[in-house]
């Protein structure tokens, strides 16, 4: 069992930046590929960026590629979303995940956290 627990989130102008932080629970989060998705009310969930489970290969939606960045620390057992020149179209619910096969879009997510809101004021 992997209990997951984000922070970071919160109220920015549009141009600025927030960094994200999803702390892992047990001694296994170097086993699992991590991911980032978001939700926007009224919208479905989306991708937003995933890491490999050694850090060293990520993979971004075209949406954010080029201003975000995901990063891990296993020591850690934390995985991190930078997001510069934020936009009112990032507004969203941000949830971390972790995955134990696969690690893209359509892979099957094994567990969530509990969401953090970004809001991103114009």
């Known amino acids: 069992q992997v209990q997951l627990v984000e922070s970071g989130g919160g109220l920015v102008q549009a141009g600025g930046s927030l960094r994200l932080s999803c702390a892992a629970s047990g001694r296994t989060f170097s086993r699992y590929a991590m991911g980032w998705f978001r939700q926007a009310p009224g919208k479905e969930r989306e991708f937003v960026a995933a890491i490999s489970r050694s850090g060293g290969s990520t993979y971004y939606a075209d949406s954010v590629k080029g201003r975000f960045t995901i990063s891990r620390d296993n020591a850690k057992n934390t995985v991190y979303l930078q997001m510069n020149s934020l936009k009112p179209e990032d507004t969203a619910v941000y949830y971390c995940?972790?995955?134990?096969?696969?690690?893209?879009?359509?892979?099957?997510?094994?567990?969530w956290g509990q969401g953090t809101q970004v809001t991103v004021s114009s």
């Open positions: 995940a972790a995955g134990s096969t696969g690690w893209g879009p359509q892979s099957p997510w094994d567990y």
